[in-house]
């Protein structure tokens, strides 16, 4: 068996495998093949290929051009287009505490991988395709860069590309069983991968155009043979490239097998020429566990050779395509977008114009046999505006002008225009059209129920955001394993660096598990913009309080507004005013940093005026205790006065009893004791006051 036919089921040849998986993809053309050819339709309504050969011809016939006036394409714009400017947010949240740091250096990488593959405009077509013809496809898979390292890609691919089981309806393709996918390879390219088929390949290669031109066709033309269009016959080189209709098909099949459990390589299907799974089994890092699951296999193959056959080499084990869907028949569960019922009404649209400028250039005439001589003459008269008509006299001729037909045909086009807008959810309001609603709440009411209409196509596209994120998740842990520096691309024009798998625990990539969030924004463009008003009037107010909170009020408006360069807006007023950007890190840094100061400033001001007035109290206090002993110097020299005047008193009694003629000169002293000591009291206090 060749190297790179590997793992096949139930010990089938590579003969019995391409005869099965032919077998399926035949079978699922043949089943969906009036399904493509309505979706291609749809498509080409949008591009304005809206008239059937016969209906030309009738056109034509009469002298007129097939005018398209296409009412689909700005209704489907204006979706398409909201779809840009609001494009969802994502996140990584980790699946244990000690996952933390290492989930915000996954959601950097899932940004990388977004920034270099330029995912938002790949996942804008896929949702293009879905709102045209009702599936869209996106791949998320490993390749190889020019100097033989595996990188991840995220691309979108051609509806017409793939063929997907039709018995599943699940957007997720949970219940799908295989899906394929059909390219046109230049011969030396596919040499380059497969240069052991060198010769069944250069057998089965032919121009490059003409197998080109035969696969478009097998896609939407109603005269292509889906059954025989494998069939690739030989052409001369006719000095074109050498190209092979190779397909590529995904497909799950239920087996047991075995599966590592435990260690870096847990929930990996075991293969035993894998040396990492050989030493996990030896060094113990690992044990063999039987599980029964469905498989995911991979087989890349031409119509006689069978290039490719093996397991998937992700760990995810799912398909590596993402599908968009916007409806689904309910009989026969295939998808359609929101051109399909739009067709009826607008090639009754071009109908009814192309009768009014049919008419409103006509003329009729009504006349009696031989009024004129010259009918051919008079076809050429009536048709010019400043006609001339000779008629027989007595005859009765009279031109009759069709301008009031006209006008019906435009009345109901119109009623063809306004019906294309309802059903499409995109009203007038939305378009910015004048209609008959004239208050403001009128207006908003129909643009949100515009808006409401078209909300399944946005979730189901956030649905397949959601697939592509936990896809491209899985291949950074299996595959970006090597020490590498990054550099992720900043909103605000900053750019960050970043060291993965350098040693330390929070960049090891794939020592940890991780899940993919979408963090979808939870206003409408009419919601969006009336709050984006509010906060605008709100933010002077608020600035008057605090500046910062002001401008901070002021940038989110601008976010939630659809004005172009809002955060630059932002920025210049930042600067105007002196006010650091708090998304900026080093903004931020010198913001955290004036902060401090400023903090440092106010307690060193507060110890300031606390020391002030606690001098202050100090001072009062002495000046009290000051005052206090004054006064009771004072007192104490009263008392001391006092003091004198008694022993002068009793010296004068022992006089009197050593001298009894002065007892009654005793007596009188004694009975005025009182107030001779307040007499003196007094004059004390007089004494001191008049000494002070």
Same mark, same amino acid.
């Given at each position: 068996?060749?190297?790179?036919?590997?793992?096949?089921?139930?010990? $089938?040849?590579?003969?019995?495998? !391409?005869?099965? !998986?032919?077998?399926?993809?035949?079978?699922?053309?043949?089943?969906?093949?009036?399904?493509?050819?309505?979706?291609?339709?749809?498509?080409?309504?949008?591009?304005?290929?809206?008239?059937?050969?016969?209906?030309?011809?009738?056109?034509?016939?009469?002298? #007129?051009?097939?005018?398209?006036?296409?009412?689909?394409?700005?209704?489907?714009?204006?979706?398409?287009?909201?779809?840009?400017?609001?494009?969802?947010?994502? *996140?990584?949240?980790?699946?244990?505490?000690?996952?933390?740091?290492?989930?915000?250096?996954?959601?950097?990488?899932?940004?990388?991988?977004?920034?270099?593959?330029?995912?938002?405009?790949?996942?804008?077509?896929?949702?293009?395709?879905?709102?045209?013809?009702?599936?869209?496809?996106?791949?998320?898979?490993?390749?190889?860069?020019?100097?033989? *390292?595996?990188?991840?890609?995220?691309?979108?691919? *051609?509806?017409?590309?793939?063929?997907?089981?039709?018995?599943?309806?699940?957007?997720?393709?949970?219940?799908?069983?295989?899906?394929?996918?059909?390219?046109? &390879?230049?011969?030396?390219?596919?040499?380059?991968?497969?240069?052991?088929? $060198?010769?069944?390949?250069? @057998?089965?290669? &032919?121009?490059?155009?003409?197998?080109?031109?035969?696969?478009?066709?097998?896609?939407?033309?109603?005269?292509? +043979?889906?059954?025989?269009?494998?069939?690739?016959?030989?052409?001369?080189?006719?000095?074109?490239?050498?190209?092979?209709?190779?397909?590529?098909?995904?497909?799950?099949?239920?087996?047991?097998?075995?599966?590592?459990?435990?260690?870096?390589?847990?929930?990996?299907?075991? +293969?035993?020429?894998?040396?990492?799974?050989?030493?996990?089994?030896?060094?113990? =890092?690992?044990?063999?566990?039987?599980?029964?699951?469905? #498989?995911?296999?991979?087989?890349?193959?031409?119509?006689?050779?069978?290039?490719?056959?093996?397991?998937?080499?992700?760990?995810?084990?799912?398909?590596?395509?993402?599908?968009?869907?916007?409806?689904?028949?309910?009989?026969?569960?295939?998808?359609?977008?929101?051109?399909?019922?739009?067709?009826?009404?607008?090639?009754?649209?071009?109908?009814?114009?192309?009768?009014?400028?049919?008419?409103?250039?006509?003329?009729?005439?009504?006349?009696?046999?031989?009024?004129?001589? +010259?009918?051919?003459?008079?076809?050429?008269?009536?048709?010019?505006?400043?006609?001339?008509?000779?008629?027989?006299?007595?005859?009765?001729?009279?031109?009759?002008?069709?301008?009031?037909?006209?006008?019906?045909?435009?009345?109901?086009?119109?009623? @063809?225009?306004?019906?294309?807008?309802?059903?499409?959810?995109?009203?007038?309001?939305?378009?910015?059209?004048?209609?008959?609603? %004239?208050?403001?709440?009128?207006?908003?009411?129909?643009?949100? #129920?515009?808006?409401?209409?078209?909300?399944?196509?946005?979730?189901?596209?956030?649905?397949?955001?959601?697939?592509?994120?936990?896809?491209?998740?899985?291949?950074?842990?299996?595959?970006?394993?090597?020490?590498?520096?990054?550099?992720?691309?900043?909103?605000?024009?900053?750019?960050?660096?970043?060291?993965?798998? @350098?040693?330390?625990?929070?960049?090891?990539?794939?020592?940890?598990?991780?899940?993919?969030?979408?963090?979808?924004?939870?206003?409408?463009? %009419?919601?969006?913009?009336?709050?984006?008003?509010?906060?605008?009037?709100?933010?002077?107010?608020?600035?008057?309080?605090?500046?910062?909170?002001?401008?901070?009020?002021?940038?989110?408006?601008?976010?939630?507004?659809?004005?172009?360069?809002?955060?630059?807006?932002?920025?210049?007023?930042?600067?105007?005013?002196?006010?650091? @950007?708090?998304?900026?890190?080093?903004?931020?840094?010198?913001?955290?940093?004036? =902060?401090?100061?400023?903090?440092?400033?106010?307690?060193?001001?507060?110890?300031?005026?606390?020391?002030?007035?606690?001098?202050?109290?100090?001072?009062?206090?002495?000046?009290?205790?000051?005052?206090?002993?004054?006064?009771?110097?004072?007192?104490?020299?009263?008392?001391?006065?006092?003091?004198?005047?008694?022993?002068?008193?009793?010296?004068?009694?022992?006089?009197?009893?050593?001298?009894?003629?002065?007892?009654? %000169?005793?007596?009188?002293?004694?009975?005025?004791?009182?107030?001779?000591?307040?007499?003196?009291?007094?004059?004390?206090?007089?004494?001191?006051?008049?000494?002070?």
């Amino acid at each position: 068996m060749n190297a790179t036919i590997r793992d096949l089921i139930n010990g $089938e040849t590579a003969e019995d495998c !391409l005869d099965r !998986l032919l077998g399926w993809y035949e079978r699922e053309v043949s089943r969906q093949y009036d399904s493509r050819l309505e979706r291609a339709k749809d498509a080409d309504f949008f591009d304005g290929e809206q008239f059937d050969a016969k209906t030309k011809a009738e056109l034509e016939g009469r002298g #007129q051009s097939a005018l398209v006036f296409n009412d689909i394409k700005p209704a489907i714009l204006w979706i398409l287009g909201n779809e840009r400017r609001n494009r969802n947010e994502w *996140d990584v949240k980790p699946r244990s505490e000690d996952d933390v740091q290492p989930a915000l250096t996954k959601a950097k990488l899932i940004k990388y991988i977004d920034d270099i593959n330029n995912a938002r405009f790949e996942r804008s077509e896929a949702f293009a395709a879905a709102t045209k013809t009702g599936e869209g496809w996106t791949q998320v898979y490993i390749a190889n860069d020019e100097w033989g *390292d595996p990188e991840i890609r995220f691309r979108h691919v *051609d509806w017409r590309e793939v063929l997907a089981d039709s018995s599943g309806i699940r957007q997720d393709c949970q219940d799908v069983g295989f899906i394929f996918r059909t390219k046109i &390879v230049p011969l030396n390219e596919l040499l380059s991968h497969f240069p052991d088929y $060198e010769d069944d390949l250069t @057998d089965q290669s &032919v121009d490059e155009e003409q197998l080109v031109s035969e696969h478009r066709e097998s896609a939407y033309s109603a005269n292509a +043979d889906f059954g025989g269009s494998l069939s690739l016959h030989k052409f001369s080189w006719l000095n074109g490239r050498r190209a092979v209709r190779v397909i590529e098909c995904w497909y799950r099949n239920h087996e047991r097998v075995d599966v590592l459990r435990d260690g870096p390589l847990d929930r990996t299907v075991f +293969d035993k020429d894998d040396p990492e799974h050989q030493a996990a089994l030896q060094a113990g =890092q690992s044990y063999l566990a039987k599980v029964n699951r469905r #498989q995911m296999y991979c087989a890349i193959f031409t119509q006689d050779t069978l290039l490719w056959h093996s397991r998937s080499p992700y760990r995810h084990n799912d398909f590596p395509y993402v599908r968009r869907t916007v409806f689904r028949d309910d009989r026969s569960k295939n998808p359609y977008g929101l051109i399909r019922d739009l067709r009826d009404p607008q090639s009754d649209l071009n109908h009814r114009r192309n009768k009014a400028l049919f008419l409103a250039s006509t003329r009729r005439v009504v006349m009696d046999e031989g009024a004129v001589k +010259d009918i051919k003459k008079l076809e050429a008269e009536v048709a010019r505006p400043d006609a001339i008509i000779e008629k027989q006299r007595g005859a009765a001729f009279e031109v009759i002008e069709n301008l009031s037909m006209a006008a019906s045909q435009l009345d109901m086009a119109n009623q @063809d225009s306004a019906y294309i807008r309802q059903i499409s959810g995109v009203t007038g309001e939305n378009q910015g059209l004048p209609t008959n609603a %004239t208050s403001g709440i009128a207006i908003q009411a129909r643009a949100e #129920q515009g808006t409401i209409i078209t909300t399944m196509v946005f979730d189901n596209s956030s649905s397949a955001h959601q697939k592509e994120g936990e896809l491209v998740l899985s291949l950074i842990e299996q595959f970006m394993t090597q020490q590498q520096q990054i550099r992720i691309a900043g909103e605000r024009g900053k750019d960050e660096f970043m060291q993965i798998n @350098d040693g330390r625990p929070e960049t090891d990539i794939t020592a940890t598990k991780a899940d993919f969030v979408i963090s979808e924004r939870k206003y409408q463009a %009419t919601l969006r913009q009336a709050l984006s008003e509010q906060l605008i009037q709100s933010a002077g107010q608020i600035a008057s309080l605090s500046p910062q909170a002001g401008l901070a009020a002021l940038e989110m408006a601008l976010e939630l507004s659809d004005l172009p360069n809002g955060m630059e807006m932002a920025k210049r007023i930042r600067e105007a005013s002196g006010i650091p @950007d708090p998304h900026d890190p080093e903004s931020a840094k010198a913001m955290q940093e004036q =902060q401090a100061q400023q903090a440092q400033l106010q307690q060193q001001q507060m110890q300031l005026e606390l020391q002030g007035k606690q001098a202050e109290i100090a001072e009062k206090q002495a000046r009290a205790e000051a005052a206090k002993a004054q006064a009771e110097h004072v007192e104490a020299q009263a008392i001391e006065r006092k003091t004198a005047a008694i022993g002068q008193a009793i010296a004068t009694a022992q006089l009197v009893e050593a001298n009894p003629h002065l007892a009654q %000169t005793a007596d009188d002293l004694l009975q005025n004791m009182d107030q001779i000591l307040n007499t003196e009291t007094d004059e004390g206090r007089s004494q001191g006051e008049s000494d002070e």
